[in-house]
């Protein structure tokens, strides 16, 4: 009984919010399948240069015990802006759970064509000297970690990966990857990524490693903020969350003039994550298993 009740509940509240969607977009508040709850809207940059499609299907349990179901598509985004879209979509769903939040999402979709059209003239000003470039590497050396015996000249000098830009308020946040076996290697990565003048005019260089010990099976690794206060520990746990290991990461932050709170920290993140994920270092969580062929962790 309680169970009818609730869907009753969502299905009053669907028809609601769909119907208020309608009187405010009209004809761009599309009906894909009436019968199946599915919508969609083709939300534009004021400009009309940019668009960004939302497709929806509203669950029976939605908005009180489910988020709707989405997909959106921007064939002219690159891979952080759509991580970065999806990613502030299912926080206003957490942050509103139980909650009708479509106009929220299309709001937001709105906010962000705003800045991207604001900011996107930046990004090749501040990256135009570092090559982005995922090129095959033999990790098998590295693979494993290296020995507390072991000197780093054992191992070639480590190759440095350069990932896409993102760019927020006139802030401009890219990360730097190298695999490493040692700790002599990371300050070795350091200093040719300040030989970079790109690199060493940024307002932060954050930086992570983590490095695994075979003969002792455990790990070295630290972090640097460089002024921004627990970027670098934020860092390192991505680091220890994924699963990545024998490898340095530093992000640089070009900082634009506009403070941007708490979101700094999650373009620092991401820009890491973006980085980690061409280069293999991120578990596959469909097979159990890393592109190195080590097993998941379970947790």
């Not at 609730?6 to 769909?18: I, K, P, Y």
Request: net charge negative.
């Amino acid at each position: 009984m309680a169970e009818m009740l609730e869907q009753e509940d969502n299905l009053a509240l669907q028809v609601e919010e769909v119907e208020a969607l309608r009187a405010i977009y009209g004809e761009e508040w599309k009906v894909e399948d009436s019968s199946g709850n599915s919508y969609s809207i083709e939300i534009r940059h004021k400009s009309a240069e940019h668009s960004v499609v939302l497709k929806v299907i509203l669950p029976p349990e939605y908005p009180l015990h489910s988020p709707p179901l989405y997909q959106f598509s921007a064939p002219w985004m690159k891979g952080y802006q759509k991580v970065e879209l999806s990613t502030a979509l299912e926080d206003i769903y957490f942050n509103h759970s139980g909650e009708s939040i479509l106009f929220m999402w299309i709001d937001k979709i709105r906010d962000y064509l705003d800045i991207w059209d604001t900011c996107g003239n930046n990004i090749q000003d501040t990256s135009e000297s570092i090559a982005e470039e995922y090129v095959d590497f033999n990790f098998e050396k590295y693979k494993n970690g290296g020995s507390s015996q072991q000197k780093c000249s054992d191992f070639e000098t480590p190759r440095i990966y350069h990932g896409e830009t993102i760019v927020d308020r006139k802030s401009t946040f890219q990360a730097h990857l190298a695999p490493v076996v040692c700790v002599e290697q990371v300050q070795q990565i350091k200093t040719k990524l300040m030989e970079n003048r790109k690199i060493a005019s940024a307002t932060h260089n954050i930086l992570a490693y983590r490095i695994y010990i075979e003969d002792t099976k455990s790990f070295h690794q630290d972090c640097d903020d460089d002024g921004e206060t627990h970027a670098g520990s934020r860092l390192l746990h991505l680091l220890e969350i994924l699963g990545a290991q024998n490898v340095v990461v530093v992000v640089s932050r070009w900082y634009g003039g506009i403070l941007l709170g708490p979101d700094r920290f999650k373009h620092i993140n991401n820009a890491a994550r973006i980085v980690l994920q061409h280069c293999g270092y991120i578990t596959d969580q469909k097979s159990g298993t890393d592109p190195k062929g080590k097993k998941k962790k379970t947790r």
